[in-house]
């Protein structure tokens, strides 16, 4: 094909278009406008008949005729330019190279005697320093460093991606153990790298683990003295790749915490070209020509750019055939081969296999490697690689932290593992199962189902990306209001059996029970059934008519009170047989079902029967001891004009809860009105706190049937840590966080997008969730347009207001109380503007934290240090709670924390601390009157521990023994019962201990109610 003269015009325009894959900057480079660059490469197309880019709004991108183009003619006019600079004579002069100083020494160095082989007369200046230049200024030919840059006079091209590694001698972790966490860190030997630059120490494991001077074991400048050091068996180092690859191949030092996420680090390298002034350009010795040749060198010839080795853990890492030949070698001395040149030549041939990639999986490697054994002579040199390679995998997996996660819970030395739930019972297989099915899962999420930028925010304390050992891996909702009603109206099928509806309350109470085992088994929240007091009230009437049949039917006088008689007497033995079903199930959870009971409204004889069997056997108690029942939690719903004040239709039922909440705790209390002002419509909470907005199909109202996606909660007081109290820096990282945690929260949505309702029947098809799917129907649908709720969850109020303001309490300051309003305020409004961009259902939540007021104040500590007011207690506060250690009345408290739940009203819970209140329920109605007009949702916290060697009932002290009986010292887990709010639950810390963060805060609770204000 015969060219036009003009075709040499067009190939500067299309070699800048294809290195800058940018119309626009290869114009900046060649100093004309994009448009020109767009025609020249229309007409290069059209004088060769190929298409050279594929186009569009966003991108260029070389179609393969055009890559090849590039390849074929680059070099030809790179030299053609270099010949015409320098007619008649090879490359020369001085080329200027600044380089960051370890991969200067460990990756450039090695390839600069090459370049000089293929280019003599060419020389070097080399500038190893740890900062930033400037190319132009510095009359600097060429820069390698961290940063790129935005200056049209520039070319920057990705080189390297860094990856952090922390390794030590095996002597070391032979003398001292092997950490398995970052947080093991703080017990181990760790040299530190001080920046000469800030004088900062380093921080490791993306600011995840930080140390202060007098933690640190060894401090040095100099990278290269801590690799020292480390050989030497003097501790743990945490180091860039570059200084750590060739000691680790050669078995020297041996790399830990592989699994621990960290953010690579993308380093460039730069040089002149495009619009640089000619007048500067001049002023350079001419060898400055041949930075793009020298550039385009490291790209093709040195090791350390092509290719990247894919790692098992997901970091990547420089090839080398160095290694390659290294492990061949053990190999062959296993095996009693002594031929090191034939094992070379088996690694420089896999090496040319691999050339010419950007990247090769590390199965790639082994597989080359052992085709090439088993092809060549040594038969047994063959076995013995691929021996060694099997022992070298399970000895790696052996020491990777999802095995390491996995022996903790074996050996039950993983206490966060094992005490992350008070409701779970880690001893016992069941639970033991669905734990490490949590670990599983929980690896697989993070490491193949969530986006990076989430996983590293959740690993460092950002945000909190709850139930992760149950979702994103299963398509898994929170917790939600059990259609009881339809199922139980309707009949459902369940495993093998088709259950009609009830004809008693005894058999309706036998199948709730295994609905909610069932309903559990298949979320990872609370469930709850809503108002059971008048659902289960027809059934109540179904008992009451077959007992009075039997009445005619034998001809007992007065049938209608001998049938109220025998109905009373079955509707207390059936509740008493459910709260021990619950209390005895166990789910596929591996924990008791998680259910809460709302009830009060019932107007009906059989509502109130309903209310007074739940209440009189809670007050009971269960079995001989007649110890306090955990589940189901009880929520009493109290309404103005029905069992409120005195002369109210159910008041004497009111008086009841009062009593069982004296003695067990139980029940909470919703208030009517305020329910309804503060979420629209009145239902009880799903598990402890959440709560669903307004929904209406055909123009009703609905609330059962309906469910939460799930939670993602911000670490509050670590923005405010890092605004350094500056308001203004604070509310500008809340934004970040808050559509960081936006992103994560729509995983959740996404997660269930495409699953058919067959994964869980019992939730889609046989009508728990309100509907009645067919099995390949998607569920999606049933969480949109607000049907379901998910939650943006927050903690730390207290604690942020501390880290921004100082010191002062934020109850004894009107200023900092609004302030605190006004950063959930922020958050509400961020979940309003959601939830119309969405059409989900987006809500705020005040998160209980049973296991996060631990954790984010401990990695908080980690990375700020023991911060008065903020990390010292080595807990957060839950949500917008008042600290606990504030002396105030009920009241006070109250009217405290009252103006967050109507911005919170996705979620919130508001409590008071009692002494024995048994014999004083007057003083507690007056704070449950008080509560009614002022918060919608309130609990009662009174010590009801039990002892059965002496019979005191009080409260335990919580010593090094565990927690002690006063009166007697007894501390026999088996001889006492101790019962402790969690979170929105009840617990049994003497039998399931709480986290440590947890138990403190516990400790620390004082009484808003003292013994002399009682009487």
């Not at 109210?648 to 919703?670: F, G, T, V, W």
């Not at 911060?867 to 207690?873: A, E, L, R, S």
Request: with cysteine.
């Amino acid at each position: 094909m015969m060219l036009s003269a003009d075709v040499h015009r067009l190939i500067p325009a299309f070699l800048a278009a294809a290195d800058c894959q940018s119309f626009s900057e290869a114009a900046r480079q060649l100093g004309v406008t994009p448009a020109a660059v767009s025609k020249s490469i229309r007409q290069l197309e059209q004088r060769l008949g190929i298409v050279l880019f594929v186009r569009n709004t966003h991108f260029v991108v070389l179609t393969e005729e055009g890559t090849a183009l590039r390849d074929e003619v680059a070099p030809l006019w790179q030299a053609l330019n270099q010949a015409l600079v320098n007619p008649g004579s090879e490359p020369s002069g001085l080329l200027r190279v600044s380089v960051i100083p370890g991969f200067g020494r460990h990756c450039l160095m090695p390839l600069l005697a090459e370049f000089q082989r293929r280019y003599p007369l060419i020389r070097f200046e080399l500038s190893m320093e740890a900062r930033s230049v400037n190319l132009i200024a510095e009359r600097i030919d060429v820069a390698i460093g961290y940063r790129t840059v935005r200056d049209n006079r520039v070319v920057a091209r990705e080189l390297y991606t860094s990856n952090m590694v922390t390794a030590a001698s095996p002597a070391y972790l032979a003398q001292h153990g092997t950490p398995q966490t970052p947080e093991d860190l703080s017990e181990h030997r760790c040299l530190i790298h001080r920046n000469s630059g800030t004088g900062r120490l380093q921080q490791w494991m993306n600011n995840e683990t930080l140390f202060d001077e007098p933690s640190a074991w060894f401090i040095s400048t100099s990278p290269d003295s801590l690799v020292d050091a480390a050989l030497s068996g003097m501790g743990i180092i945490y180091l860039a790749d570059w200084y750590l690859t060739r000691p680790i191949a050669e078995g020297k030092l041996q790399a830990i915490l592989q699994n621990t996420a960290t953010e690579p680090q993308q380093l460039w390298v730069k040089y002149a070209g495009g619009k640089v002034p000619p007048k500067t350009r001049d002023k350079w010795l001419h060898a400055a020509e041949y930075a793009p040749t020298f550039v385009d060198n490291l790209k093709i010839n040195g090791e350390i750019m092509t290719p990247h080795v894919m790692k098992r853990d997901g970091c990547k890492v420089p090839f080398t055939s160095e290694r390659i030949r290294e492990a061949i070698l053990r190999a062959a001395k296993a095996a009693g081969v002594d031929d090191a040149d034939y094992c070379a030549t088996v690694a420089d041939i896999v090496s040319q296999q691999m050339a010419g990639r950007s990247q090769v999986d590390i199965g790639e490697i082994q597989v080359a490697v052992e085709n090439q054994l088993m092809a060549g002579n040594y038969k047994q040199l063959a076995r013995a690689y691929i021996e060694y390679r099997h022992d070298r995998d399970i000895e790696r997996e052996k020491r990777g932290r999802l095995n390491q996660e996995i022996r903790g819970l074996v050996e039950q030395t993983n206490s966060a593992l094992l005490n992350e739930n008070a409701n779970k019972d880690s001893k016992v297989i069941p639970t033991q199962r669905d734990l490490l099915a949590g670990i599983v899962a929980k690896h697989y999420a993070k490491q193949h189902l969530l986006p990076r930028d989430v996983v590293l925010a959740h690993e460092r304390g950002d945000i909190h990306y709850h139930d992760l050992d149950y979702s994103p891996f299963f398509p898994m909702f929170n917790c939600m209001l059990i259609d009881l009603k339809g199922m139980l109206t309707h009949g459902f099928k369940m495993g093998n059996a088709e259950i009609e509806p009830p004809k008693s309350i005894s058999t309706a109470t036998a199948v709730t029970a295994q609905i909610i085992a069932q309903v559990a088994s298949h979320i990872y929240g609370g469930t709850t059934i809503n108002r059971i007091d008048e659902v289960l009230a027809p059934f109540v009437t179904e008992s009451f008519n077959k007992h009075r049949a039997i009445a005619e039917e034998w001809q007992i006088p007065d049938a209608d009170k001998y049938a109220l008689s025998r109905t009373e007497k079955e509707c207390y033995d059936a509740f008493q047989s459910l709260e021990y079903e619950v209390n005895t199930l166990h789910t596929a959870n591996g924990q008791t079902p998680f259910v809460t009971f709302g009830f009060g409204l019932g107007t009906r004889w059989e509502s109130r029967l309903i209310q007074t069997s739940i209440l009189r056997n809670r007050i009971a108690g269960l079995g001989k001891n007649r110890k306090t029942a955990v589940f189901p939690k009880l929520v009493f719903a109290i309404r103005d004009g029905l069992n409120h004040k005195f002369g109210d239709p159910n008041y004497d039922i009111k008086q009841l809860a009062l009593e069982c909440a004296s003695k067990r705790m139980y029940p909470d209390i919703l208030n009517y009105d305020q329910v309804v002002k503060v979420t629209g419509s009145f239902k009880t909470p799903m598990g402890c706190r959440s709560f669903l907005g307004v929904y209406e199909e055909n123009g009703e109202q609905i609330h059962d049937g309906r469910n939460n996606l799930g939670v993602i909660s911000l670490n509050l007081p670590r923005i405010a840590l890092e605004a350094k109290g500056d308001e203004t820096t604070f509310w500008k990282l809340l934004d970040d966080r808050l559509q960081l945690a936006r992103k994560a929260l729509m995983t959740r949505i996404a997660r269930l997008e495409g699953v058919k309702a067959r994964v869980a029947p019992i939730l889609y098809m046989e009508g728990a969730c309100g509907v009645r799917l067919k099995a390949d129907d998607d569920v999606s649908e049933i969480f949109k347009n607000g049907r379901a709720s998910i939650s943006l969850g927050y903690i730390g109020i207290h604690e942020t207001v501390n880290a921004l303001f100082g010191n002062q309490h934020v109850y004894d300051s009107e200023a900092l109380r609004e302030k605190a309003v006004a950063i959930v305020a922020r958050l509400r409004e961020a979940t309003d503007s959601w939830k119309e961009e969405t059409g989900y259902g987006f809500s705020l939540y005040s998160t209980p934290s049973e296991n996060l007021c631990d954790r984010f104040c401990r990695l908080d500590t980690a990375e700020f240090g023991v911060v008065p007011g903020v990390t010292d207690k080595g807990y957060y506060t839950n949500s917008f709670h008042l600290d606990v250690e504030k002396k105030v009345n009920p009241y006070d408290k109250i009217d405290f924390e009252a103006p967050y739940p109507p911005l919170a009203n996705g979620g919130f819970i508001c409590y008071g601390e009692y002494p024995n209140i048994q014999h004083n329920l007057r003083a507690l109605e007056d704070v449950w009157d008080y509560s009614y007009q002022h918060v919608p949702y309130y609990g009662t916290n009174t010590p009801i521990d039990e002892c059965y060697e002496c019979g005191y009932t009080g409260e335990f002290e919580c010593t090094s023994k565990g927690f002690t009986c006063p009166k007697c010292g007894n501390h026999d887990a088996a001889r006492v019962s101790v019962t402790r709010r969690v979170c929105g639950y009840l617990g049994s810390p003497d039998a399931r201990p709480f986290n440590a963060g947890k138990q403190e805060e516990v400790k620390r609770r004082v009484k808003h109610l003292g013994n002399g204000q009682i009487g």
